[in-house]
């Protein structure tokens, strides 16, 4: 099983929709996780951090199920601005130093 | 403002000929670390280093090294680039480590000959 599996996309909305990604993750000791957004050709940057709680960030709402190692973002109302690829990224251990980047799941948002 | 900055952007290099990628950021950044982003692999950390004169492997660092010798730079080198090591290369800082925001530089794109 690989480490942080997304799926690949792409996803094809028109605006207004709403839309879902999740994303698995192998390893139960696994500590953080974020979703970052990714720009055809442009550096990652940190959409939001995932808390065990949930949280949301006005049209994003992103949630963790640890018991069966997944997290999902939820993107409502979608925007063309939205269109990008949205990278689901895991620390596998308290204290470890690298991250796991998922391959990513591209976001293409019609009028 | 903050930032990272890479230079070069862009790279076209031969076989063999020695090359240096630089990064640096002026956020008083403690981790630093680069990636190489492949179309179907992802990002794929190379090096990472927690702080000046501390540095270590990531995934995927046979082919590479770096250094740390102040806290804002943090350059990749390729001693004899293959091509193999065409790629999209990202630089990233955070405040502590990686439990924090990663800032990436704006990408430095690759290609051995």
């Known amino acids: 099983r690989k480490e942080v599996e997304q799926d690949p996309g792409p996803f094809n909305v028109p605006e207004g929709a709403t839309v879902a990604f999740n994303c698995t993750y192998s390893?139960?000791?696994?500590?953080?996780f974020f979703w970052y957004r990714q720009d055809c050709r442009k550096e990652p940057k940190l959409l939001m951090s995932?808390?065990?709680s949930g949280n949301e960030d006005g049209r994003f709402t992103a949630q963790l199920n640890r018991a069966s190692q997944y997290i999902s973002l939820l993107i409502r109302d979608s925007k063309l601005s939205d269109s990008a690829t949205y990278l689901c990224v895991v620390c596998p251990y308290s204290g470890y130093s690298t991250l796991t980047f998922g391959k990513g799941t591209m976001l293409l948002v019609s009028p | 403002e903050a930032q990272v900055t890479q230079n070069p952007r862009y790279l076209i290099t031969v076989t063999g000929k020695k090359l240096t990628v630089t990064c640096s950021q002026n956020?008083?950044?403690?981790?630093m670390s680069w990636y190489r982003q492949d179309p179907g692999l992802g990002l794929r950390q190379i090096y990472y280093?927690?702080?000046?004169?501390?540095?270590d492997k990531g995934d995927v660092p046979e082919g590479y090294k770096v250094s740390r010798k102040e806290k804002r730079n943090f350059p990749l080198i390729l001693e004899s680039p293959s091509p193999n090591q065409t790629s999209l290369y990202f630089c990233a800082s955070s405040l502590k480590g990686v439990g924090e925001t990663q800032y990436f530089g704006p990408g430095t794109r690759l290609l051995v000959l």
């Open positions: 390893n139960s000791a696994s500590q953080s």
């Open positions: 956020m008083n950044h403690e981790y």
């Open positions: 280093s927690m702080n000046v004169e501390v540095t």
């Open positions: 995932v808390y065990s």
